[in-house]
């Protein structure tokens, strides 16, 4: 099978490579603005920098492909909206997939009620997923919310503000519950995804086993590394004193895509159903303290 990653420099794509070469026999093409930096070298592994919205070089890439992963958000570049671009990577990358061999599209997501007011964020997830589904032959569209590991943007969010701020004040949405997930665990999923028996556009959410509110989540986190940490609940928390701590306080790659992900933690982030369970029975997601890091 050949495999096409798109998003392959990434935090998911790079750690989905690793994963796949050491556990597969499959080719992959890593397609990225700068798929040569990974630092992964195998003969199986071909490394094209592309971007996204070169439909037909794109295309080319993809034409002997039997499924593809879409790994892209826009989050962090800088001259379009960036729901726009999303929007707009997607439809690229239908145009360019359409006279391809591929057959199953892996899609990465966040989760999120569509029933409820979703943040830009969470409903240009949904928006893209939906794209996909319209346009091509088969989407297993999985949602998540955060992913816990090194390199994860929201995951370092957290543990640099408890590394440098010994008190934190929180505002009312560190009441709002999400179910993290393991690095290795959303991986496991990924990978399983290229051999389940379905023939349908398929959602799947994802998550640990534990659901529990932000400051809970910022407790146990310092809890594990033995931290101590007064936590201040204030009422409300303006997006622009939050975007000031992610400025000073977090890494200034993170910065730009974490200010946009803010607003999504009013979202509740929670497995709503047992598809995944039903799918992927093997997959038993660990609990946080096994997957801290």
């Not at 690793?18 to 992964?40: F, Q, W, Y």
């Not at 306080?249 to 369970?277: C, D, W, Y």
């Amino acid at each position: 099978m050949k495999i096409a990653v798109l998003g392959s420099s990434g935090y998911i794509g790079h750690n989905l490579i690793d994963r796949l070469l050491a556990t597969t026999k499959h080719e992959i093409v890593a397609l990225s603005p700068n798929a040569t930096s990974i630092g992964l070298v195998d003969k199986r592994l071909q490394k094209h920098n592309v971007n996204v919205f070169d439909t037909d070089i794109l295309g080319t890439y993809l034409k002997d492909c039997d499924v593809a992963y879409y790994l892209i958000h826009m989050m962090a570049q800088q001259k379009l909206d960036f729901a726009d671009a999303e929007q707009k990577a997607a439809q690229s990358f239908c145009s360019a997939a359409a006279g391809s061999n591929i057959k199953r599209i892996i899609y990465l997501g966040g989760l999120g009620n569509d029933q409820e007011k979703l943040s830009k964020h969470l409903a240009s997830r949904h928006k893209t997923g939906q794209i996909l589904k319209d346009n091509l032959p088969q989407v297993i569209e999985f949602r998540a919310s955060m992913v816990v590991g090194h390199g994860s943007i929201s995951y370092d969010i957290v543990t640099n503000l408890i590394h440098k701020l010994p008190v934190l004040t929180l505002p009312k949405w560190a009441k709002t519950l999400t179910q993290p997930i393991g690095l290795d665990d959303a991986i496991s999923y990924l990978v399983a995804a290229l051999s389940i028996d379905t023939l349908s556009h398929e959602i799947v959410e994802i998550g640990g086993p534990e659901k529990l509110s932000y400051g809970d989540l910022m407790k146990r986190y310092a809890a594990w590394k033995r931290k101590k940490m007064i936590i201040i609940r204030l009422h409300v928390i303006p997006v622009s004193v939050a975007a000031l701590w992610l400025n000073l306080f977090t890494p200034r790659k993170h910065a730009k895509v974490g200010r946009i992900m803010v607003e999504s933690l009013s979202n509740p982030m929670v497995v709503t159903n047992q598809r995944a369970a039903e799918l992927f029975p093997d997959i038993m997601p660990k609990k946080l303290e096994d997957v801290f890091v």
